[in-house]
């Protein structure tokens, strides 16, 4: 059992660990980071609740097997739900946190709650299904949650810097797309795999190498263009200043969609 347990709770903490590596600017305090994976885990027991009532929906007015039942299921069942869940883990641990003052931060926080969801997830699934589920997890499922949470992450930080520029608009449609985006995602990574069809099963792997690279260049680029977080006022009181450029940085950083 401890052997599983280190197994189930390995891959979790090193992706934790390579993120928090990444914040080169500045380092957000451990207390915070340790709140939105317990938050994170937390949303666990939204999930297996919300998702035993839309599976059992799901079931009455789909026909179990079919294409069309999977993809229901799988995107709206489990996908929406589980996001949502990570979603506002995230959100009402560190959407109002004085830490939260560069753009990156908004991956660094969305990991954790999202990699606090797969460990609890995890050490289901090992105790369960043992090592061999153990090992395959570890290649696919919980880094494919770290993933869904940089993308999350890209957005979350997005909505916190438009929101504090002013532009609530903006702030709102990357807040949507910080919960559509890894949703849609996660949907298509379950489908392929319980679809039953040899094509999204290649389909699958393709997506999950893909979904590896992407991800891990949009962490890279993310941390080392990364810009601090300011109020509007204080950023028009400064002369764009705050931003440590003016104009340059200011378009940079309110321009990128």
């Known amino acids: 059992m401890p052997i599983l347990l280190f197994l189930a709770a390995a891959p979790a903490v090193a992706l934790m660990i390579y993120i928090y590596k990444k914040d080169s600017v500045e380092k957000e305090p451990v207390g915070l980071l340790a709140k939105l994976v317990f938050f994170g885990a937390l949303s666990v027991i939204f999930a297996v609740i919300a998702e035993l009532i839309l599976g059992y929906i799901v079931n009455q007015i789909f026909v179990p097997g079919t294409m069309l039942h999977a993809f229901i299921d799988n995107f709206f069942a489990v996908a929406l ?101 890894p949703a849609l995602i996660h949907g298509t990574y379950d489908f392929c795999l319980s679809a039953n069809n040899d094509f999204l099963l290649l389909f699958f792997f ?48 309110a321009g990128e969609e």
């Open 81 to 181: 739900i589980e996001e949502l869940g990570k979603f506002y883990a995230l959100k009402w641990g560190s959407w109002k946190n004085k830490a939260f003052n560069y753009r990156f931060d908004g991956v660094v926080y969305s990991v954790c709650a999202s990699l606090g969801f797969a460990l609890v997830e995890n050490i289901m699934y090992v105790a369960d299904g043992g090592f061999g589920t153990g090992f395959s997890r570890a290649l696919t499922a919980v880094p494919a949650h770290a993933i869904f949470g940089v993308f999350m992450g890209l957005f979350y930080g997005r909505a916190k810097h438009f929101a504090n520029f002013g532009d609530p608009a903006n702030s709102k449609k990357n807040l949507r797309l910080a919960l559509w985006v």
């Open 206 to 253: 393709v997506l999950l190498v893909g979904m590896y690279i992407v991800a891990f260049r949009a962490v890279k680029k993310a941390a080392q263009t990364d810009i601090p977080i300011v109020s509007f006022w204080y950023n028009a009181n400064t002369n764009n200043d705050g931003w440590g450029e003016s104009e340059s940085a200011n378009n940079g950083g």
